[in-house]
C-alpha cells in the first residue's frame, strides 16, 4: 500500500491506498497559501496514516512539476517550489517520495479505475480552485521536456483577467471555481450563491443565472476545442470538485466547429481521483513486486512517470563543511585547508560582510535574514560549479535547521560531505569573540552575545554528516594530518 496526497488551493486531502486503488483511511486538512504551513500540515497527515505496510508516498502538486528530477518548479494559489516537498517529506518519513502534477495524478486513477478505463488518448482538466490539465497519448502521460499539459493557461481573452502565471485571459482566470466566484459578485449575487443554485434558477428561466454560467463555460469550451485541436483525443475529461458542474454547464456552451469534435464526460472519481493516482503511482514506481500489486488495479499498463532519482544531483561535486559556532576557530581551518588542498573557498562571512558595509549594518535580526541569504548564495555558486568540483564551506551549519542544508545540497548537486568540527571551550570563545567585535561590521551581535556564546559551546554538536574529523582549535592546528585525512576521504576516488 501507498499514501497518496493531492495538494489543493482549498483543501490538503491524502489517503491510504491499496494496491488495487482501495482507499483504506483518509484524513483531510485546509490548504494554505504559507508553503511551510502546507508542508507542515502535509508531514502531520503521513504520520497519522503511516504503518510499516505503507511502501512510498505519491504527493500531487498544482503548478509545474518536474517528475524526473522530484522538483516543484512553480505553483499557482499553493507554491510548494521553495520548500522541495518532495526531498523534505522523503527524509522526514524515510520512505521513497514520488511528486507529480495533480492532475497527472487524477488521470492516473481514472485511468485505472474510472472514466478513462480502455481509452488510448486522453485529454482531462481539472476545474477547482484553479484549473490544472493532463494530457496522455498512447496510455502515457505527455511531458514536453518536462512540464508539458498546463492546460489551465491556454489563452482565452487576451485582454483578460491577470493570472498567477504573468500572463492575462488564461481559462484558469474565466472558468475555475475562483472565476465563477468572480462571476457570481460581478452579476450582483451573494457569495453564498452556489452552482447548484445557479442551475436551479436557469431552469426556472433566471436570465442572471444563465448568464452567468455562459460566461463560466464559454472559455472553458474554447479551451477544450483547442486541445482537441492540438492532439485530437479520443476523450475529454473533467475532474476536479468542479468537474461535474463543469460539464453541466457546457450545455450552454456546445462545440460548433465541425473539426473540434470530441466525447466531453465528467470523471468518474470525484476528489478521490487525486490521492487514489498519486498511491498508485508511487507503487508503481518501487519494485515489482508493488508494481504487480498495481497492476492487478486494472489491465492496463499505468502511465508511470519514473522518478529519476541521479538526475536530482548532478553527480560528483563534494563539500568539505568546516563546522563550528562563532569563534570555534573555523575560519583559520578553512584558509588553511583551502591553501593546502588548492579547492576554492566559500564563506558565510565573506558573503555576507559587504552587504552589511554597503547596506551600514543592521539589527540582529536583519543579521539573520542576510545569514539565510548568503548561505542559500554559497549554494547555488555550488551548483553551478562544475560536476566534479570539490568546496570547502565555512559556516556553523547549527544556525539553519538540518533540512535546510540537506535540501541545499541536493539542490547544489552535492555527492559526498566530510565534515570538520572546530571547537574550544566557552571562555576560550568569549575571549576570541571580544577580541573581534572592533574588526566586524555593524550588524553583527556585539558584547550583549558572548553569554550566550558561552553557553552555545556547552551544547553545541556537530552535524556527523558522513566522515567526521574532530579539531581542537586550542591546540596548533596540524594542516599535513587534516590534508591526508581529506585525501583519505573526500579526494579518494579522484
Known sequence: MAIGIDIGGTNLRAARVSGTGEILERISEKSAPDPELV???????????????????????????????????????????????????????????????????????????????????????????????AVVQDRRIVRGKGTAGQLGHITVDLSGEACVCGRRGCVETTSSGTALGRHIARAG????????????????????????????????????????????????????????????????????????????????????????????????????????????????????????????????????????????????????????MGWPLLALDTIKNPFLEVLGGGDREFNRILGRASYQAIWSVVGEAPADAIFVIDAWFGFQPRQVLEDHLRSAGVEQTAEIWCHAPGEVLAERYRARLDQRPAGHPGAAYIPELIELAKRAEPLRRGPLLDVDTTRPIAFDAITQWLQATIAADR
Open 39 to 133: 508542508l507542515s500540515r502535509i508531514a502531520e497527515m503521513v504520520r497519522r496514516l503511516d504503518c510499516p505496510e505503507v511502501a512510498a508516498i505519491g504527493i500531487g502538486v498544482p503548478g509545474r512539476v518536474d517528475a524526473r528530477l522530484g522538483a516543484v518548479l512553480s505553483g499557482g494559489y499553493v507554491n510548494l517550489a521553495s520548500v522541495s516537498p518532495a526531498q523534505r517529506l522523503e527524509s522526514l518519513a524515510g520512505k521513497p517520495v514520488v511528486i507529480d502534477n495533480d492532475c497527472n495524478m487524477a488521470l492516473v486513477a481514472e485511468m485505472a479505475l474510472g472514466g478513462a478505463r480502455g481509452h488510448e488518448s486522453i485529454v482531462m482538466f481539472t476545474i477547482g480552485t484553479g484549473i490544472g490539465g
Open 189 to 340: 449575487l451573494g457569495p453564498d450563491v452556489s452552482v447548484d443554485q445557479l442551475f436551479a434558477r436557469d431552469a426556472g428561466g433566471d436570465p442572471l443565472a444563465r448568464a452567468i454560467l455562459e460566461a463560466w463555460a464559454r472559455p472553458l469550451r474554447a479551451a477544450i476545442d483547442t486541445t482537441v485541436a492540438m492532439f485530437d483525443p479520443d476523450l475529454v475529461l473533467l475532474g476536479g470538485g468542479l468537474g461535474l458542474a463543469a460539464h453541466r454547464a457546457l450545455a450552454r456552451a456546445p462545440a460548433l466547429a465541425p473539426w473540434y469534435q470530441c466525447p466531453v464526460e465528467a470523471a468518474q472519481l470525484g476528489d478521490d481521483a487525486g490521492v487514489i493516482g498519486a498511491g498508485l503511482q508511487a507503487l508503481a514506481e518501487q519494485p515489482a513486486v508493488a508494481q504487480s500489486a498495481v497492476a492487478q488495479a486494472s489491465p492496463v499498463s499505468l502511465p508511470t512517470a519514473r522518478l529519476d532519482r541521479t538526475r536530482r544531483a548532478v553527480p560528483g561535486r563534494r563539500a568539505v563543511l568546516v563546522n563550528g559556532i562563532p569563534a570555534s576557530g573555523k575560519s583559520t581551518v578553512s584558509r588553511g585547508i583551502a591553501a593546502h
